[in-house]
């Protein structure tokens, strides 16, 4: 099972928060409804909450802090993220000072660089200063977002005193792509893999295998969605309803067949 870096017991799967509080700008016109949605996540055992300084101008971390008034900081863990444009020295540091400023923490769980950058170089330059964060005690564990292999060699190679402890990718049963190289990479170098969009908007439910095992095993397609990707990652969801929240939970507690899981294979691009 993926473990994701520190000392936390972490929930199989997580919560992500892409388009609460507003895409580039901020929202707040369903504050009250994105705040409850990730109160009730937590309240029924999600502790992986994920964010980033770009989601609503980081609104959405604002709506991280609202939910997290009054609960054990200590029992959850908290991702957020540095835009590609921010990655030199002085940027990286404020911008970690800001997200934590909105999300109300002095520290971030997992720190991740968004999007691989244009030049190469901002590559280094942004994992050495994220490298003085993890010292600094501001961020416990830094990492990627959306790297392939070849760009995650370049932040391995860049950092000195701390890991490259994660990468977080697109991946789902119609976005199969990541099997090829970059989960074998990470497997093989001990990095864990957390999957955004691993519903694809819904888009999983269409896939006949999906819907073929779901009828099988008394699931439902986003629950078989979900199972099929929690041995290798760690997904993070995201819902707003509190009956498509509880359908996510449904996700866990149970194995899909290797009949199933090869079933699932079957469509989409080859696995490794």
Same mark, same amino acid.
């Given at each position: 099972m993926p473990r994701l870096p520190g000392p936390k017991s972490t929930s199989r799967i997580g919560f992500g928060?892409?388009?609460?509080?507003?895409?580039?700008?901020?929202?707040?016109?369903?504050?009250?409804?994105?705040t409850r949605a990730i109160g009730f996540a937590l309240d029924h055992g999600i502790n992986v909450l994920d964010t980033a300084e770009m989601y609503g101008a980081g609104h959405a971390e604002e709506l991280v802090a609202r939910a997290l008034a009054g609960r054990d900081r200590e029992s959850i863990y908290v991702i957020t993220k540095v835009l590609p444009e921010h990655l030199d020295r002085d940027a990286v540091a404020r911008s970690a000072r800001?997200?934590?400023?909105?999300?109300?923490?002095?520290?971030?769980?997992?720190?991740?660089?968004?999007?691989?950058?244009?030049?190469?170089?901002?590559?280094?330059?942004?994992?050495?200063?994220? !490298?003085?964060?993890? @010292?600094? /005690?501001l961020v416990r564990a830094i990492g990627v977002s *959306?790297?392939? #292999?070849?760009?995650?060699?370049?932040?391995m190679a860049a950092a000195s005193r701390t890991e490259i402890s994660a990468n977080q990718v697109k991946y789902s049963l119609?976005?199969?792509?990541?099997?090829?190289?970059?989960?074998?990479?990470?497997?093989?170098?001990?990095?864990?893999?957390?999957?955004?969009?691993?519903?694809?908007r819904g888009g999983v439910a269409d896939l006949p295998a999906v819907r !073929?095992?779901?009828? @099988?095993? /008394?699931?439902?397609?986003?629950?078989?969605?979900? *199972?099929?990707? #929690?041995?290798?990652?760690?997904?993070?969801?995201?819902?707003?309803?509190?009956?498509?929240?509880e359908e996510l939970l449904g996700s866990l507690g149970w194995e899909l067949s290797a009949a199933d899981r090869e079933r699932l294979r079957s469509e989409g691009p080859p696995a490794r």
């Amino acid at each position: 099972m993926p473990r994701l870096p520190g000392p936390k017991s972490t929930s199989r799967i997580g919560f992500g928060t892409w388009r609460m509080g507003g895409l580039r700008s901020a929202d707040s016109v369903h504050d009250a409804e994105e705040t409850r949605a990730i109160g009730f996540a937590l309240d029924h055992g999600i502790n992986v909450l994920d964010t980033a300084e770009m989601y609503g101008a980081g609104h959405a971390e604002e709506l991280v802090a609202r939910a997290l008034a009054g609960r054990d900081r200590e029992s959850i863990y908290v991702i957020t993220k540095v835009l590609p444009e921010h990655l030199d020295r002085d940027a990286v540091a404020r911008s970690a000072r800001a997200s934590l400023r909105r999300l109300g923490l002095t520290y971030a769980d997992l720190y991740l660089i968004h999007w691989p950058p244009e030049r190469t170089e901002m590559i280094r330059e942004g994992i050495r200063a994220m !490298e003085d964060l993890v @010292r600094e /005690g501001l961020v416990r564990a830094i990492g990627v977002s *959306n790297f392939g #292999v070849r760009e995650m060699e370049e932040a391995m190679a860049a950092a000195s005193r701390t890991e490259i402890s994660a990468n977080q990718v697109k991946y789902s049963l119609r976005h199969r792509e990541p099997e090829r190289e970059v989960i074998p990479f990470c497997e093989d170098h001990h990095i864990a893999v957390i999957a955004h969009t691993p519903l694809d908007r819904g888009g999983v439910a269409d896939l006949p295998a999906v819907r !073929e095992v779901a009828e @099988r095993t /008394g699931h439902t397609p986003v629950q078989v969605a979900l *199972n099929y990707l #929690v041995p290798r990652t760690v997904p993070i969801p995201k819902a707003t309803r509190i009956d498509h929240l509880e359908e996510l939970l449904g996700s866990l507690g149970w194995e899909l067949s290797a009949a199933d899981r090869e079933r699932l294979r079957s469509e989409g691009p080859p696995a490794r």
